[in-house]
């Protein structure tokens, strides 16, 4: 389904006039803040979607004079941070951001609850977030759990042969143990020094001094912009990484093939992909409770998930997974069959309920 859009088909718009000549809430403008990173294959994606489910979409050079259409958002920030009311119809995502554990979210979660009338539509990615948008006293109809997906067809289960070849394209031997952390996890779109703690990079660093200490021969592959703490840190801890940054996002399949251990360190999260990415690559996942692991994971069934933030029992899972690699064929195969659940193909029904009543289209 995805593949075909991604290769270059767009949804063909050429039979549409104007802006003024359209039925009220007829079609659909997918508005991206265009970061060049995850939010913009979401857009990309639900482009990908809306195809599947014949939902006209709105040209961009549209996007300026809609009225009575409907819009949706990739970020929340754009909406929430100054609520503006319109006469479209208006949805968006909230993956994260519970003021409980930063307070900057405070302003967001408040705008929801003096805005929720004018919101048509909200996606969740998980249960604990959906409990927080309810809380706001938004109606239950308006919230939809739908996870931040994948598209599965773009991974693989790999082998050995694989991990060694694509070892040999990046330049690492094959003798080393090999972590993976693929998300962003400095404050702003720069070299990223400054930590994003709700993201973990100094959960990640603490977890990985301690498998240092036991592992002469361990190091970590970094993908992303914004690494530079992680990177200043590795560094003083003496522990080998390599970093590349990716032109394209969706090239991020080749580098989870490299892996023997996939970890995610933070304290809030609306997914990460990377769950379900490793999952359907066939990588070993260790990763704290948070986002779309408390619905997903199955700890020791298809992955590995601490109860806390806890290093110890971070480390001790690590510890299993690198000790006992190569036992671990059946939860690598639960793992995929759980990416597999949850692709975008898998979703379809989930987002033709969102649809339906938004875009005036029966889906």
Same mark, same amino acid.
């Given at each position: 389904m995805l593949r075909n859009f991604l290769r270059g088909i767009l949804y063909n718009l050429s039979g549409f006039k104007t802006p003024s000549s359209?039925?009220?809430h007829s079609k659909l403008y997918i508005k991206s803040e265009n970061s060049n990173w995850v939010l913009d294959t979401i857009k990309e994606e639900m482009l990908g979607v809306c195809q599947e489910l014949s939902i006209p979409v709105v040209q961009e050079k549209f996007g300026y004079k809609l009225k009575d259409q409907s819009i949706f958002y990739t970020s929340k920030y754009e909406v929430l941070e100054n609520f503006k009311? /319109?006469?479209? %119809? &208006?949805?968006?995502p909230y993956y994260h951001g519970d003021p409980s554990l930063d307070n900057k979210f405070k302003k967001l979660v408040e705008s929801i609850e003096m805005n929720h009338q004018w919101i048509d539509r909200i996606q969740v990615s998980h249960s604990q977030i959906e409990q927080l948008i309810l809380n706001t006293g938004i109606e239950e109809s308006k919230i939809h759990k739908i996870p931040i997906s994948i598209d599965i067809n773009k991974f693989d289960l790999r082998g050995d042969q694989e991990k060694e070849r694509i070892r040999e394209v990046?330049?690492?031997p094959t003798s080393e143990i090999l972590i993976g952390s693929f998300q962003k996890d400095g404050n702003g779109w720069g070299e990223g020094k400054e930590p994003k703690l709700i993201k973990g990079p100094d959960i990640f660093l603490t977890v990985a001094k301690a498998l240092k200490d036991k592992y002469d021969n361990l190091s970590v592959l970094l993908t992303g912009p914004a690494r530079g703490y992680m990177k200043k840190g590795l560094s003083e801890l003496g522990i080998p990484y390599y970093h590349y940054f990716l032109k394209d996002y969706s090239? &991020?399949?080749d580098f989870y093939k490299a892996l023997d251990l996939y970890l995610i360190t933070s304290r809030e999260e609306g997914g990460p992909r990377a769950i379900l990415e490793s999952m359907a690559s066939g990588v070993p996942l260790v =990763? =704290? %409770?948070?986002? /779309?692991? &408390?619905?997903l994971v199955r700890h020791n069934k298809n992955a590995w998930m601490a109860e806390s933030n806890n290093t110890d029992e971070l480390v001790h899972w690590c510890e299993h997974v690198i000790d006992g690699f190569n036992s671990y064929e059946e939860i690598l195969y639960n793992a995929r069959k759980t990416a597999e659940e949850n692709s975008y193909d898998q979703q379809i029904i989930l987002w033709r309920q969102f649809m339906n009543g938004f875009v005036n289209k029966n889906v």
């Open positions: 359209w039925l009220p009311r /319109q006469n479209n %119809k &208006i949805a968006f990046l330049n690492i090239d &991020i399949s =990763t =704290t %409770k948070v986002g /779309q692991a &408390i619905d």
